[in-house]
């Protein structure tokens, strides 16, 4: 066997130097292992130098990883034509997340002229081996049409399938289906239930749909202002922008803290949220960044999110 001693002293403080020596002799196995936890320790640049010996031989995982690292230019230079050519010969082998990740570059168009038809093709190979992001995806094609008859039927059973498989954000979509009657007979009930799971599971977008909920109301589940502003509140806390700009409106609606409802207000707009921009004119001149910086340091002891 070949010795392959790297251009470089390998990290050895993330992976043994026993198994570094094995890669240097050539074994592919342990190349990729090599690699993978370089990757994991975020050394990119010795990552993709064994990652790339290891998808040479045919390591199937290196393969996958390796077009990956094109694709996103962790340890080389983007190459989406690179990128395609690794992920597709993985797919080709059935690998599920390398057809996941093949379907997407044909949606977008990376490395390859976008083709929705095919992008639908793998990625429902990737949704059939059980993967549930793929699943996710093929659900979001058929609720929208793209490259098949829309079909809110056939999208609620491929969100209904990942659920099953405790997937927290299939969860989520799963319950809008039942909120909004697509594809089933509208049960908030039943949207409520599969929102609180997702959002005991710490999934942040389920906090966003029961505050939602809670602040409008819908069937038999009266409007709870004290519930929607809790999991508003919690979800703009996560991240969310479309629970700052509603749980800033609560807070302007209920005129205590003013303060606090510019911050939120601003962050949302920040993001990109077109009403909270609009909304954000209503502010005076005297709500300044460091002012609601200063306010929010107060209430919570640090300021969440940047805005500027």
Known sequence: MK??????????????????????????????????????????????????????????????????????????????KRAFQWTAKAALKDDPVAQLNLGLQYFHGQGVDKNDNAALHWLRLSAEAGNHDAIRFVAFFYENGIAAEPSDDVAFKWYKKAADDGDIHAMVELGHCYEEGRGVAADPIV????????????????????????????????PDPK????????????????????YGEML???????????????LAADSGDRIARITLKRFGPDYTWALAESHMRNLYGYVIGPAQ
């Open 3 to 80: 010795e392959e001693k790297a251009p470089f002293k390998t990290d050895t403080s993330v992976v043994s130097s026993e198994l570094v020596q094995a890669a240097e002799m050539g074994f592919a196995s342990a190349q990729w292992q090599v690699g993978d936890a370089l990757y994991k320790a975020e050394n990119y640049g010795q990552a993709f130098y064994w990652i790339d010996r290891a998808a040479q031989k045919g390591i199937l995982p290196a393969m996958v990883a390796l077009g990956y690292l094109y694709l996103n230019g962790l340890g080389t230079l983007v190459n989406e």
């Open 191 to 222: 949207a409520l239930d599969l929102y609180r799971r997702a959002s005991d599971l710490g999934e942040s977008k389920a906090d966003l749909a029961l505050g939602y909920l809670y602040l409008k109301g819908s069937g038999m589940i009266s």
């Open 227 to 246: 519930r929607a502003s809790e999991y508003l509140q919690k979800a703009s806390i996560e991240g969310e922008v479309e629970a700052r700009r509603l």
């Open 252 to 266: 302007i609606k209920e005129g205590h803290d003013m303060i606090a409802a510019f911050f939120w207000i601003k």
